[in-house]
Structure formats: C-alpha cells, structure tokens
C-alpha cells in the first residue's frame, strides 16, 4: 500500500469521504487521490515521492507557479509581526488599491476569505440594494455553495451527479431563474415574465465549470443591456477568470462594464482569499456604511493580504499575450495528437485556461458539455496521471498552464499524450 493510499483509508475514518472538498476523492476518475507533499513552480511532488507535472494548479490561482519566491517572503516575513488581527491592517488597505487600479469595473472592495462567500454577498447586496429577490444563473454554472446557486449547478456538483439540491429549501431556490449559458433569448424571456423581481444576474464571463466555455459574440453584452433595461444588478463571477484571462479579468479583455464582480484564488497567491466588489453607490449599502451586514473575522487576514499583494505585483510584469500564444499551442497540439487516436475531441482555449472535451459537438453551454464521453476522459486521465501529468479528476473542470510551465514540461506532457492508448 502507498502511503497516499494508507492516508487516504486513514482520512475516510476522519473526514467525511476522505477529502474536504469532494471532487478530490477522484471516484469519478475510479481512482484513489494522492496526497501532496510540497509543490514548487509547475511541480507537485506526492507523499510517495512521485513527481507531477501540474495543470490542477490549486484549481487555478498558481499563475505564478507553486511557491513563487516573492510570495513565500512575503507570507513569511508578515507571518513573523502575527498571524491573524482581527483588526484593519496596512496590508487589506494596500490589497484593496491594488485591486481598484487593476479591475475597471471595482471602484471599491470587500475583503472576505473564499469565492463562495465573495459570490453569496454578491447576491445579497444586490438584493439589498434593489429590494428584489430574483436571481438568474446558468445551468453548469457553478458560484460556490451557498444555497440559492445549488440550482443547477457545474463542477463538483455535476461531477458527483448528486440530484437536485438536498439540504437546499425550496423556498431558497425558487428565486434562482436558470437559463443555458449563451442563450440570450431565454435570458430575455426570463426578464420578460419575473423583471420586476429579478435583482441579478450572476455569470462567469468565461465559464470554468462546465469545462471552459467561451461566450459567444453579443451574449454578455445582451446580458449588460438587459440587466440595465430592467434595473438589475449584473454580476461577473471571476473567481476563476480574474487577473487570469487579463490582468484586469474578463470584463478588461471582454470591454463589459459588470455592476458587481466576485473575485478568488488569485488575489490569494495560494490562501484562503476571496473579495466581492464594484460600484461606489452599491458597495456603500455594506455594513457600516450602509445597511447589508456581512462580516467576518478573518477578512483581511495580514498572511491572506501579504500573499495576494506580492501575487498582483509579480502579475503586472508578467507576459500574459505570451502565455496565451503557448497555452494554444500547446493545447492544439494535445488536441491533434488525441485526434490522431480517432477519438472525438473539442478544444475550447482561452488566455492560459483550455478544455479538452471527449466528444465531436462544440461545447457552447452545459448540454453540449454533457455529450463528451466519460469513459473516454476516465482512460485519459488515469494514463496522464500514471505518467506524471496531473490534471482535474473531472471533465467539467479546466486545465491551467502557468508562467512557471517550462517548454519541457510541455513537451514531457505531449510525449505522455502519445502513449496514451484507448
């Protein structure tokens, strides 16, 4: 037995499934997870001393790399004066500027520790500030696990096929209105028959949990139009896509002038860090300067605050045309060599995010995600992994390059891709 398996049988004992997030258990995948020991640059390294190349990166906020210097000395050197205040510090105040400077759309910021928490006092913002209760998202669209977006939900949630939305009040979800990603019409019924109680909508600008999904040309700004026609609240969830697609998110690259935007793993550098923000008449309905509580004791954490501070400014000196150039590439390349297998492949790519979906049909929306063929991925996944690539346990999540992914890790990864036999 390895040791990541006898952790793992220990973990089931103590932990619910043995993870504490449960797209990790990798049983999609029919697999037992690995446990990691330390990870450095593109590198994980398991506790059974097996080296992995990563395309997981933390699930997306190690753009710099696992362990960057710059961050490691910040975290360190703030770690030595405390480690949590419950009080303001210099640091939230210097997070807070950098994240205005970066984001066109944030004219002020909430600090708060998940993207789960950003997304949830999104919405109840939005539901103060215009005294509505409607909130319509997209199915596969996944914004963290507060109950009203339980409705239809990606990622994990598709992943472990769990039905409907156990544990979640009807009377929570029937204010969540769905629609399909890049479906405006239905958007624009949906507002048609409950526009006077719809608050928001919520939208990754880029979707990441169905698989990375693009949005067509003209759909998010239909949803900027409608939401503004009606007098609700359009809120960009970049939990996943800000500081990643562009320094300033998908809202720089896109042009799209979002009314809230939830941020995440990035802005962390690798902790615990989420933050909700946007338009200076909104945010000021937030306790204390308004009347929508939301608080939390380790919002603003000094090390959470250090480590995302030194993240943003590595980040603005970064090359991220550059990435992009080679993640397309590269990811055209595992697309031809998966080709040449006769198995039927589609690509979506975007900045240094790609998903390779098993099936011939483009993936537009969460249906369309759904016609690649599991088995296929299953096979894939387990030989990547046997070989040294570490990629999401799931074919609904998306695969990351980062500025530390040398061109040998990428040619070891397309080597690997080639023995892979279906």
């Not at 990870?39 to 699930?59: C, H, N, P």
């Not at 992009?324 to 590269?330: D, Q, S």
């Amino acid at each position: 037995m390895t040791r990541s398996q006898e952790l793992f049988e220990k973990a089931q004992t103590l932990i619910p499934g043995g993870v504490n997030s449960p797209v990790r258990a990798c049983r999609s995948v029919s697999c037992d997870p690995l446990f990691i020991a330390r990870a450095s640059g593109s590198k994980l390294v398991t506790e059974d001393g097996q080296e992995l190349i990563d395309y997981v990166m933390s699930w997306g906020p190690m753009l710099l790399g696992h362990n960057h210097p710059d961050v490691a000395a910040a975290i360190a050197a703030t770690a030595q004066g405390g480690t949590s205040f419950g009080a303001p510090c210099r640091l939230e105040v210097e997070l807070a500027q950098a994240v205005v400077d970066a984001v066109p759309g944030i004219d002020m910021v909430r600090m708060v520790s998940s993207g789960t928490e950003a997304t949830m006092s999104a919405l109840r913002l939005a539901r103060g500030y215009t005294g509505r209760n409607g909130v319509i998202k997209f199915h596969g669209g996944y914004h963290g696990h507060a109950d009203a977006f339980l409705a239809s939900a990606g990622s994990g949630v598709a992943t472990q096929s769990i039905p409907g939305t156990p544990g979640v009040p009807q009377d929570v979800v029937k204010h969540t209105l769905l629609a399909h990603y890049n479906d405006l019409d239905a958007v624009k019924t949906l507002f048609a028959n409950h526009g006077h109680d719809i608050a928001a909508v919520i939208v990754e600008p880029v979707a990441g949990n169905m698989g990375m999904v693009l949005p067509k040309p003209g759909f998010l700004e239909g949803l900027r139009e409608l939401t503004r026609a009606y007098g609700a609240l359009l809120i960009f969830d970049e939990v996943i896509t800000g500081f990643r697609v562009a320094f300033g998110g998908a809202q720089q690259a896109f042009g799209i002038d979002p009314d809230l935007t939830c941020l995440g793993k990035i802005i962390g550098g690798g902790l615990p860090v989420g933050a909700y923000g946007g338009k200076r008449e909104i945010m000021s309905h937030i306790a204390p300067s308004g009347t929508v509580y939301q608080a939390g004791t380790l919002s603003g954490n000094p090390l959470a605050m250090a480590a995302g501070l030194a993240t943003l400014k590595a980040l603005a000196s970064r090359d991220y045309a550059a990435l992009a150039v080679r993640t397309e590439a590269f990811s055209r390349e595992l697309e031809n060599i998966l080709h040449s297998k006769g198995v039927p492949v589609t690509r979506n790519h975007i900045a240094s995010i790609f998903t390779l979906f098993f099936t011939e049909t483009p993936v537009t929306d969460f249906p369309s995600a759904q016609t690649a063929d599991s088995g296929l991925f299953v096979s894939y996944y387990q030989q990547m992994r046997a070989q040294g690539i570490y990629l999401a346990p799931s074919g609904y999540e998306c695969a990351f390059t980062s500025f530390a992914h040398s061109d040998e890790d990428l040619e070891r990864t397309l080597d690997a891709a080639k023995r892979v036999r279906f």
